[in-house]
């Protein structure tokens, strides 16, 4: 159980176009679903944190217009690049929980999807 | 706040010995403690967790950790290690409070564990 998908799993896409990636719980509702950003053999740098239904909270230094996200259902959150760059070729990974009434469930543990990897030209 | 220290960027260790990978965390608060793999181009697995009781705690592929609140320390150790163990591996830590969601998973900067034959 606790499965994670990400599509696509991987993009190349042209300098100044946008890219949509999906991040989704399969067998779970995720009422809050993480963005990280890993750069080659480096950890992972938390971009946001996104609950079902309200706006992202982002970390410091993650610009909101660039890197847009959406949580709009239990199983689905998407991150949009807008107006890519090559600065923001990156491997980008998300992760899901889920919140029950009797607390958080396995002390906050996250599930992860398989990463995209994103290139921009 | 909390943040974590994994002392070891690289591990380099001959098939069938045995290994440890340290982590060592801050924290005011209590803690969670996680071990996660991740293998080339995937995202991350969980090997074990430490949430509270005791604190030995045994993971999958025979991977365990202790937890060691005096010396602030959550290391990993397999008795005999593969090929297949070559990975990198980062060790996170969570609040044990609860922020209704919004708990972050602070990570630690990774361990690249090398298996040679």
């Known amino acids: 159980g606790a499965v994670v998908s990400q599509h696509p799993s991987w993009v190349i896409c042209k300098s100044g176009t946008s890219v949509k990636i999906e991040c989704r719980s399969l067998?779970?509702?995720?009422?809050?679903m993480f963005w990280y950003r890993q750069f080659p053999k480096q950890s992972l740098m938390l971009m946001a944190t996104?609950?079902?239904?309200?706006?992202?909270?982002?970390e410091q230094g993650v610009e909101k217009d660039k890197f847009l996200i959406n949580h709009a259902s239990l199983t689905l959150s998407t991150l949009t690049v807008t107006s890519a760059h090559p600065e923001d070729s990156s491997f980008y990974i998300c992760?899901?929980?889920?919140?029950?009434?009797?607390?958080?469930?396995?002390?906050?543990?996250?599930?992860f999807g398989p990463g995209t990897r994103l290139t921009v030209l | 706040a909390q943040s974590v220290t994994q002392l070891d960027s690289q591990v380099p260790v001959f098939e069938e010995a045995p290994v440890e990978l340290r982590c060592n965390y801050s924290?005011?608060?209590?803690?969670?403690l996680f071990w996660y793999v991740q293998y080339p181009n995937q995202g991350l697995q969980l090997l074990l967790k430490?949430?509270?009781?005791?604190?030995l705690v045994k993971g999958i592929n025979g991977f365990e950790a202790e937890f060691n609140k005096s010396q602030t320390s959550f290391h990993l150790r397999k008795p005999s290690v593969h090929i297949s163990d070559t990975a990198e591996y980062f060790c996170?830590?969570?609040?044990?409070?609860?922020?209704?969601?919004?708990?972050?998973?602070?990570f630690g900067a990774g361990t690249r564990l090398a298996v040679h034959p």
């Open positions: 924290s005011s608060v209590s803690v969670y």
């Open positions: 996170a830590v969570s609040s044990a409070w609860d922020f209704g969601g919004y708990n972050k998973l602070i």
């Open positions: 992760s899901a929980r889920y919140y029950e009434r009797e607390g958080p469930v396995g002390g906050h543990e996250q599930f």
């Open positions: 067998d779970f509702q995720a009422t809050t």
């Open positions: 996104s609950n079902e239904g309200s706006k992202a909270t982002y």
């Open positions: 430490y949430l509270s009781g005791s604190t």
